[in-house]
């Protein structure tokens, strides 16, 4: 089962950026979908973005326009690029894998999370 690290989360002023970092501890050439989450205490993990093995990318309403999610198959690393950053993106963010067996059975795995604190 493939391990995720995330890195990258800090401190930063508003309108700063920051780049997050998902490191896997294997190949994610075949991993279908990859994304990125944030959860503040007492609410959900949202997604912020995911993206496909084929560069299919998609965004939270929240930060489309102003974060980019990438993906390195040959370096086993997926990215968030977070420009513009607002105090209200402030979470820990997390990193998640999806997957399905060849006979159809999901599998999912989650980063520990790095903070993202946004000062205003």
């Known amino acids: 089962q493939v391990q995720l690290v995330e890195s990258g989360g800090g401190l930063v002023q508003a309108g700063g950026s920051l780049r997050l970092s998902c490191a896997a501890s294997?190949?994610?050439?075949?991993?279908?979908?990859i994304g990125w989450y944030r959860q503040v205490p007492g609410r959900q993990r949202d997604l912020v973005a995911d993206?496909?093995?084929?560069?299919?990318?998609n965004y939270a309403d929240s930060v489309k326009g102003r974060f980019t999610i990438s993906r390195d198959n040959a370096k086993n690393t997926v990215y968030l690029q977070m420009n513009g950053l607002k105090p209200e993106d402030t979470a820990v963010y997390y990193c998640?894998?999806?997957?399905?067996?060849?006979?159809?059975?999901?599998?999912?795995?989650w980063g520990q999370g790095t903070q993202v604190t946004v000062d205003e």
């Open positions: 998640k894998a999806e997957w399905s067996s060849p006979f159809g059975r999901r599998y999912d795995a």
């Open positions: 294997g190949s994610i050439f075949s991993i279908p979908m």
């Open positions: 993206i496909t093995n084929r560069g299919g990318t």
